[in-house]
């Protein structure tokens, strides 16, 4: 579970993305932002999620709304996530984890007993003014990029 609530601020990053670029939070004041939060690139239900955020790209856009995955990848292997599935949001990459436990996702998980760490599939909806709005936990991927939707449009 994230232990940021909505009402909380978003807590600030400064990120490489694909392409070679950068970005901060601080870059996107005045807008809304959908962050949500991927364990690996071009795994099933990672790139279920990607093709669905990516369906509804132009929808978020009118509704004033910046969508961003983020995970622990290399920046390399976003540019060849993005260039496969055509994806045209950005994707953060944070090696260092730090923006990942700022915002309660990098948790222990457990498969067949063994513990390991990783991203726990969570989504952020962050208004213009900086603060969470909406938080989704333990995403199932099927139907959630249109919940995401219909929140920021009601922003």
């Not at 601080?26 to 955020?53: H, R």
Request: hydrophobic share 45%.
């Amino acid at each position: 579970m994230s232990k940021l609530d909505p009402g909380a601020a978003a807590p600030s990053f400064d990120l490489p993305t694909d392409g070679a670029g950068r970005l901060s939070l601080a870059m996107l004041k005045g807008k809304a932002v959908v962050l949500y939060f991927y364990p690996k690139d071009d795994t099933s239900g990672c790139t279920q999620e990607a093709i669905e955020f990516n369906g509804l790209r132009k929808d978020f856009e009118k509704a004033g709304a910046v969508v961003l995955g983020v995970s622990p990848d290399p920046v390399k292997m976003h540019d060849k996530f993005k260039a496969k599935h055509g994806l045209e949001f950005g994707l953060l990459s944070d090696e260092t984890k730090a923006m990942l436990e700022a915002y309660g996702v990098w948790v222990e998980k457990s498969m067949y007993g063994r513990k390991y760490m990783g991203v726990e599939r969570t989504t952020f909806l962050i208004g213009a003014d900086g603060k969470i709005a909406r938080v989704w936990n333990k995403v199932k991927v099927p139907g959630h990029a249109a919940d995401v939707l219909a929140a920021a449009q009601a922003l």
